[in-house]
């Protein structure tokens, strides 16, 4: 009996996605609940399993096309033994003539050889590429054939195969016109990278967007860090971050002023009283923002084990719509990759976005003489069709005396 694999849910006001990867090709055995493929939506990846033990039937959408909710993504024959990841004759013949022609492997190497998808271990085979220390993409750890691609390719080895066999689509530098005696490679963008250009560029088009800035002195809060970071991580099981702090003076600020806290709804001002704060989380895929729901009644340890989840869920790209839906205002650390100043984008329909930055110790006038301080710049990017600039700046004053002073938000001050 043949079943059909059929693209699932994919979220709140997401009709469509793209098949990101497949997993198994017709013929492989599969068991019931084994991933099968990837699908790539505007904001996040999700995973398709087998509906039931048996055997791939066939791929009706390859990688790369686009597809939309119910459809069918192909079937499985319920029952039927398949002939799993070992490599055909001709296939295990040529990767062996490969590997002889380049010389013997290592055991490790033969015995992980034995394990690879055919197509895996064939340009493993002929680049002479030791799998044996490779942690794989694919379920399991297991190494794909996208992962021995990657290595080679960064080996400068079969450039040509690579270039041809990558999943994602490239054109020679000769087919460039523009470009065509210059070396160039040719990357067709992810669905979640077009999404986020799209609604960047529809922010600062839709939007009144400012900037304005502060600066924080950092140490009371970095003593008080060090204080307690040791007992915190004994008692609570997590390390005792910065973000946390600032989520707290957030909330605080938001409540001062909440014209931040809200958004424009036609030709309503739409005011919220709570308070789901976005985290941006930088991935390989690009930028997410995971929401922290009701920050205003977590405590530190509760909001760092959530932030470290959600950091983990988004780089491994397990984030589902749920996460990144319906954020009140954010906040982006430029700080963790080096960045002492920014002006950060408005996640839409939020009004206000923080920007924090790298500390960095700088000399300042503290009662008429000049100290080294760790300091750090601080960003409210605002829409000024909703927040005044009066409100904007006291917002930033409110952030900078929490943190300044942070046995107040310890005391709920």
Do not use: C
Request: hydrophobic share 40%.
């Amino acid at each position: 009996m043949s079943i059909e694999i059929k693209v699932p849910t994919l979220g709140e006001s997401v009709s469509e996605a793209t098949v990101a990867k497949w997993y198994k090709k017709p013929g492989d055995a599969v068991d019931a609940d084994e991933l099968l493929l990837e699908l790539e939506t505007e904001k996040v990846t999700l995973e398709v399993s087998s509906p039931s033990a048996g055997m791939l039937e066939s791929v009706l959408k390859e990688t790369g096309a686009t597809v939309v909710v119910g459809e069918v993504l192909g079937t499985i024959k319920a029952g039927v033994k398949g002939a799993g990841p070992a490599m055909s004759a001709s296939e295990d013949t040529k990767a062996g003539k490969s590997s002889e022609a380049a010389g013997p492997l290592s055991p490790e190497a033969a015995k992980v050889l034995a394990i690879l998808s055919p197509s895996a271990a064939k340009i493993a085979a002929e680049n002479q590429i030791d799998t044996t220390s490779m942690v794989g993409s694919g379920k399991d750890g297991r190494v794909t054939k996208g992962d021995v691609l990657d290595v080679t390719a960064s080996l400068g080895l079969g450039s040509a195969r690579v270039a041809g066999a990558s999943q994602e689509p490239r054109v020679k530098p000769e087919e460039n016109s523009v470009m065509s005696d210059k070396p160039v490679e040719r990357v067709r963008m992810s669905r979640l990278r077009k999404t986020i250009a799209q609604r960047l560029k529809d922010s600062q088009n839709t939007a009144a967007i400012l900037t304005t800035f502060n600066e924080i002195d950092m140490t009371n809060v970095v003593a008080l860090r060090a204080r307690y970071r040791d007992e915190f991580e004994k008692k609570h099981g997590i390390k005792l971050g910065f973000m946390s702090f600032f989520i707290k003076a957030s909330v605080e600020a938001l409540k001062a002023i909440p014209s931040v806290n809200a958004e424009i709804d036609g030709d309503d001002l739409v005011y919220k009283n709570y308070y789901d704060l976005g985290v941006a989380v930088g991935t390989e895929q690009g930028l997410v923002v995971p929401v922290l729901r009701g920050a205003d009644h977590k405590s530190f340890a509760e909001i760092e084990t959530e932030i470290a989840g959600m950091g983990k869920k988004a780089r491994e790209g397990k984030l589902s719509m749920a996460d990144l839906s319906g954020g009140t205002f954010s906040i982006s650390n430029g700080g963790v990759y080096g960045s002492l100043l920014s002006t950060p984008i408005i996640n839409p329909p939020q009004s206000g976005i923080l920007g924090i930055h790298k500390t960095q110790d700088r000399p300042v006038a503290i009662g008429g003489k000049v100290e080294v301080r760790p300091m750090m710049y601080i960003a409210l990017s605002y829409d000024h069709r909703i927040i005044d600039g009066k409100e904007a700046v006291t917002f930033l004053v409110k952030i900078k005396e929490a943190m300044e002073n942070p046995e107040r938000l310890l005391l709920g001050l």
